[in-house]
């Protein structure tokens, strides 16, 4: 599923240029920076940025045991002296290791100031697979997006909730009112943090204006769909 967000989806292509995004997240949004326009120009708007650092540092020449290393481990390196001697021409070494120094500081940067969580991101759809809302949390800053796309309609006197259902059967966590329109933002509590890790799914209930009077869900439950994580 393509993230709606633009600032979740320019950290995870911030992510993927600088190689910290591993595993499924990594292989997922390599196939969509092959298909998905939005993707391929997040991912270079990042790669023009590392690339600008790049050509203002100064070239560092790693030691030369650090080439047989990678030649040894990709099994390329020969036997003879010879071989050796002409890895040390290579003209490339130094745009390599340019590159990897960059990579290396950029990192550092950012390491300091988000520890690089999942995110956790859910689509709402209707039975015909319309999309109602998209929800987004960015568990490094507690917070909370819901935008609407085409929510159904109710009473005035009624809002949408959303909960968090944790794997376990535990009780349902409120995590606030639906949008009707636009999109919300707000930074959730350690106890629907808490929800929120050990849940494996949402669902939206149809509650009193203001929202449930009791802490559960008291209205009918209109949607349930699953929770996605990826970093």
């Known amino acids: 599923m393509l993230p709606v967000n633009p600032q979740l989806l320019d950290s995870l292509a911030a992510e993927y ?42 070239p560092i020449e790693p030691p030369f ?10 099994g390329s390196l020969g036997s003879s002296s010879a071989t050796m001697g002409r890895a040390r021409d290579r003209p490339w070494r130094r745009a390599v290791a340019v590159v990897v120094l960059v990579g290396l500081i950029v990192a550092l940067w950012l390491i300091p100031t988000r520890e690089l969580p999942p995110y956790e991101v859910a689509d709402v759809t209707a039975g015909n697979g319309q ?4 929800i987004a949390v960015n568990a490094a800053q507690d917070k909370l997006r819901i935008r609407a796309f085409a929510p159904e309609r109710h009473s005035p006197r ?4 959303l909960w ?10 409120s995590l606030g009112l639906m949008p009707v329109q636009g999109e919300v933002s707000h930074r959730i509590n350690a106890d629907q943090r808490e929800a929120l890790r050990a849940a494996a799914r ?5 509650e009193p204006s203001g929202g449930s009077p009791t802490g559960a869900p008291t209205g009918p439950v209109v949607h349930v769909a699953d929770l996605q994580r990826s970093g």
């Open 17 to 58: 240029v600088l190689g910290t995004l591993r595993g499924p997240a990594r292989r997922r949004l390599a196939r969509w920076n092959h298909s998905q326009p939005e993707v391929q120009d997040a991912v270079q708007r990042w790669e023009n940025r590392l690339l600008s650092l790049a050509l203002a540092l100064p």
């Open 65 to 74: 045991q650090v080439w047989i290393g990678i030649r040894r481990r990709s």
């Open 131 to 134: 999309l109602l809302w998209h």
């Open 158 to 161: 009624e809002d949408f909730e």
């Open 164 to 173: 968090a259902l944790p794997a376990n059967g535990g009780n349902p966590v």
């Open 202 to 206: 949402i669902a939206v209930s149809l």
